[in-house]
């Protein structure tokens, strides 16, 4: 969610600090700031809105100073402002946070019993006072943070900053993830390897309940008892092109484009360069004794497990419940023996998936993620973690970490249905070879990409917007609402085309554009009908489609997407591809902030 970077070295911090944050905007953010020690002294500067309002303010006001923090916010706790902008400060003591303090508020009261009052209306600035307070009673910052964390109820990512201290900063996590970057002479602390990337390669991941104080020749790792811990350092490799434009006007299109290379590179993976078997890591799956999956995500990977619903039932015959992660902790459904748990996240760190993880960990027969981060902490803490390889993705909606979870989910469910006989060696190798087929099939369907442009100059101008599908087009049916909303902020819902006539058809008029995705396969008859309902109404229908389906159904059509032939088993993959330009397109025309949308943030470490 927030950003979080800190610099203690030998050069000045501020442009440090600035750059790294400016590497952590994809993750979403209302205002930002920094503050720096500085002969001794502490300081900060704070701006609402966009990175560059703090780049201008530390223009006319600079900040000097060798050691810093700063911090990009998304606002849970009190409105967009400078007041309640990180990092907060109270007496000797800076903080800034990723995550909640739920018990802020108990806490809030029980030191404004001692006269200490806040001036924000954050949780954060609470986790400021009571360090502050213990220091005056004459604690060193290293205990003052280690009794602070002692009160705390929440998830946080924190990183603390003293005044009269030029030596030394302060981290923890519980919950909210956090890295330390080791360099000569210099440390770093940041909310993820993305941040420390330019500054360095070797990184320690912060396990759950650490905290750890930093100099700048040493890092001293407590665990969650205050015992040190041993964390293991990483050399982390990031290749810096995956993190510029590379000519196009936003992330989110150059991922967009991206998706036939990194789908051919998932594909290579598991498959090898010309093997016909699936390889997975560290003794894979037995599927034979498998009785039930239980499929756990949010957002975008929901809809990703959702569509693996039917691959795995239809292919490999093993029932599957899908759940959305925030519901699943909280519901607390039995897991039976011979369950496999699987988890789809593209951060590794979504705090609901990561809770639903921990519940099935001592419950579920096996633990299985599929992650574009290997280092986070549902990789980690899973029996078996199975990368997506879809690269770095800044973009805050998902377009090719969702192709990539799609790609290795339809892989597991064809070595799960090669083990259990229900698919035979030959429909096997077909499917094989599709897959192999499929990124240069996506490169021939990006030349969509100019009839999506077209038609996003109507579709930007209605209000609400249905998509509907069928089979395994209906979980990409709400993907495509998913991606319609979240981006250009019209109003887009998603149904099952069979349930048109239960309720939707309500809405149905000539300003509601309806968005059909069908190819021309078993179900494209009845997807037909619903059409026809539509159309009778005077609803305006995009069909996405084959030629065949085109052809098929083109009276009284508004205007047709035309996507390649494929096996019907692997339309999912292909069919995101649409819906993903017409997003794109519809909010470039809407002049919206397409990879910093409003209000969002790529990866929720919080509930």
């Not at 809105?49 to 998304?74: A, M, Y």
Request: proline letters at 4%; charged letters at 25%; one cysteine or more.
């Amino acid at each position: 969610m927030c950003g979080i970077i800190g610099y203690l070295g030998n050069h000045e911090a501020s442009p440090f600090l600035v750059e790294a944050l400016k590497r952590l905007e994809y993750r979403g953010y209302d205002s930002s700031g920094i503050a720096t020690i500085n002969d001794g002294v502490l300081d900060r500067r704070r701006a609402v809105g966009k990175l560059v309002n703090l780049s201008d303010l530390l223009v006319h006001t600079p900040l000097p100073g060798k050691s810093g923090i700063g911090h990009t916010r998304w606002a849970s706790h009190g409105e967009p402002s400078e007041v309640n902008a990180h990092p907060h400060r109270a007496g000797k003591v800076a903080v800034v946070h990723n995550g909640i303090i739920e018990n802020f508020r108990a806490l809030r009261r029980e030191l404004a019993d001692k006269g200490d009052l806040p001036q924000s209306d954050t949780d954060t600035e609470t986790v400021a006072m009571l360090a502050s307070r213990y220091l005056s009673e004459g604690m060193t910052p290293a205990q003052a943070v280690e009794k602070t964390l002692s009160r705390l109820e929440g998830a946080f990512a924190l990183l603390f900053l003293f005044e009269g201290e030029q030596d030394l900063m302060i981290a923890a996590r519980k919950g909210s993830p956090l890295a330390i970057g080791h360099g000569d002479g210099e440390n770093y602390v940041g909310s993820d390897a993305l941040a420390l990337a330019p500054l360095t390669d070797r990184i320690t991941y912060l396990e759950e309940g650490d905290w750890a104080v930093i100099t700048r020749q040493d890092v001293t790792i407590y665990d969650a008892q205050g015992t040190l811990a041993n964390r293991e350092m990483r050399r982390v490799s990031l290749d810096k092109a995956q993190v510029d434009k590379a000519g196009h006007k936003h992330f989110m299109a150059k991922e967009i484009a991206e998706q036939p290379q990194v789908i051919g590179d998932a594909v290579k993976h598991y498959f090898g360069q010309s093997g016909h078997t699936v390889t997975l890591p560290d003794g894979g799956i037995d599927f034979t004794g498998v009785e039930r999956l239980v499929m756990v995500a949010c957002g975008t990977a929901y809809y990703a497990c959702l569509t693996a619903k039917y691959w795995f039932e239809q292919i490999a015959r093993i029932p599957v419940e899908v759940d959305v992660a925030s519901e699943f902790r909280y519901r607390e459904p039995p897991i039976t023996e011979k369950t496999v748990a699987i988890f789809v996240s593209q951060s590794g760190e979504t705090a609901d998936t990561l809770a639903a993880l921990r519940y099935c960990r001592d419950k579920a027969d096996r633990v299985v993620s599929v992650v574009n981060v290997a280092e986070s902490s549902i990789a980690r803490e899973s029996d078996l973690a199975l990368p997506i390889l879809a690269g770095v993705e800044i973009g805050v909606a998902s377009t090719k970490a969702f192709s990539c979870q799609l790609t290795v989910l339809l892989t597991l469910a064809l070595e799960a249905g090669r083990q259990k006989g229900t698919l035979s060696d030959e429909r096997f190798e077909t499917l094989v070879a599709s897959l192999r087929a499929l990124p240069a099939t996506l490169g021939r369907a990006l030349d969509s990409n100019t009839v999506a442009e077209e038609l996003s100059l109507q579709i930007a101008e209605a209000q609400d917007i249905l998509f509907l599908g069928r089979g395994l087009m209906y979980p990409l049916a709400l993907e495509g609402a998913l991606k319609m909303k979240e981006i250009s902020y019209i109003h887009a819902e998603a149904y099952a085309s069979g349930e048109l006539k239960h309720g939707p058809i309500a809405l149905i008029d000539k300003h509601v554009p309806v968005v059909v995705m069908a190819p021309r396969d078993a179900l494209f008859d009845k997807t037909v009908s619903n059409m026809q309902e539509v159309m009778a109404r005077g609803g305006k229908v995009l069909l996405i489609s084959d030629h065949a389906g085109i052809e098929a159904a083109q009276d009284g059509v508004w205007r047709s997407i035309e996507m390649p032939t494929v096996d019907p088993i692997l339309t999912p993959i292909l069919y995101a591809l649409p819906a993903q330009l017409l997003a794109y397109h519809t909010a470039v025309a809407k002049g919206t902030d397409v990879d910093q949308p409003r209000n969002l943030a790529k990866s929720v470490t919080v509930e």
